[in-house]
């Protein structure tokens, strides 16, 4: 079964740390670009970062220079590192899986909420 | 950024009637390879998005054949032939062909 699994998400004080994990199973997750997306409660969805299978990393202009996005395809898994954070990173955060450039978002987990607050 | 607008924000629509929700560009999803990036997601009230539509009118595996997908450069639709109950949540539109990757606002598709 194809799977995509976050956590990492919780409670965190404004200009504080947290990082995110998506584990990933049921496909060839070396093959698949990877992304994370955002909702805010009541809100759309975001892009918020996204890698490519040659390592390659993009960003959100709103979190350029606080998230670091990174994989390991030895252990299937992708990571979100999100520094400085602030109340509107407040959002539930969606790995996932493109088999395209980024285009396509094909596979999506079931999200892990992130609130900054004091 | 590439502004992708959809209308209606909320469609009330009676089980079995058709639905229909349009999604506007700012600029044409022709990618310079020739493919129009242009998907389509459903987010059922309490769950994760999934996707429904890829690349303006193939449906994804197990997506049934009452959801449709056309358009072209600018415009493009989703069209549900016969609304079931099932269908109740969110739909939006997302445009893969420039950078960044945007959503359309969503629209709120409801039983009557």
């Known amino acids: 079964e194809v799977q995509l699994l976050e956590s990492g998400g919780g409670l965190i004080q404004p200009g504080g740390s947290l990082r995110l994990s998506c584990a990933a199973s049921?496909?060839?997750?070396?093959?698949?670009?990877m992304a994370w997306v955002r909702q805010a409660p009541g809100k759309g969805l975001e892009w918020v970062s996204g890698i490519s299978t040659d390592m390659k990393s993009y960003y959100a202009d709103s979190v350029k220079g606080r998230f670091t996005i990174t994989r390991d395809n030895s252990k299937n898994t992708l990571d979100l590192q999100m520094n400085s954070l602030r109340a509107e990173d407040t959002a539930v955060y969606y790995c996932v899986a493109d088999y395209g450039n980024l285009d396509a978002f094909d596979i999506w987990g079931q999200g892990t909420m992130v609130t900054v607050s004091s | 950024d590439v502004v992708v607008t959809q209308s209606p924000l909320s469609l009330p629509v009676t089980l079995g009637q058709p639905a229909s929700i349009s999604c506007r560009s700012s600029q044409s999803l022709v990618h310079r390879d020739g493919h129009t990036y242009l998907n389509w997601f459903q987010q059922r009230p309490g769950q994760s998005p999934r996707r429904l539509i890829y690349?303006?009118?193939n449906r994804d595996s197990g997506v049934p054949e009452r959801f449709s997908g056309s358009g072209s450069g600018t415009d493009f639709t989703l069209k549900i032939s016969r609304v079931e109950a099932e269908d109740v949540g969110i739909y939006y539109c997302?445009?893969?062909?420039?950078?960044?990757?945007?959503f359309g606002q969503g629209t709120n598709l409801e039983i009557k």
């Open positions: 997302m445009q893969g062909t420039k950078w960044p990757p945007t």
């Open positions: 049921g496909f060839t997750f070396s093959n698949f670009a």
């Open positions: 690349e303006v009118s």
